[in-house]
């Protein structure tokens, strides 16, 4: 049986009539077409389908969205100014930090999370609380120069 559920993603508001069963990654894509959120893994291993709940990092994988009714949920398109990138994600670019970019949304949402959240002292400690997301290309020197430039 569908369920009503309100969600206010990247800022706009939506009311979903949803399969309960239905991943927060799976309605995100399937659903809203916002097809930046990538699918991995799906099990909660890989962090390409990292977005924020609030400030805070969760995978959209693991998560049902009717959990999520009534939040605020920010995903890759949701992050720049308009035209203008949000630091970060100039940082990347600056810095090198992707090669095929398939991790790279995830990546961005996790570092500012990271940032947000107060895990950035360090490049240790960037390497440390950034392990949830998997770079196949090897990219993590770059990511973390990026997240570490934009925590300072
Ligand atoms: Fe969610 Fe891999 S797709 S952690």
Known sequence: ELQPVALTINGQAYHLDLDPR????????????????????????CGACTVLLGDRRINACLTLAIMHDGAAITTIEGVADGDGLHPLQAAFIA????????????????????????????????????SGNVCRCGAYPGIVAAIAEVAK
């Open 95 to 130: 810095h090198d930090a992707f090669q095929c970019g398939y991790c790279t949304p995830g990546q961005i949402l996790s570092g500012i999370g990271c940032i947000a959240e107060g895990h950035a002292g360090s490049d240790d400690e960037v390497r440390a609380w950034m």
């Open 22 to 45: 239905m991943s927060l990654l799976d309605v995100l894509r399937e659903r809203l077409h916002l097809s930046g959120t990538k699918k991995g893994c799906n099990q909660g291993a």
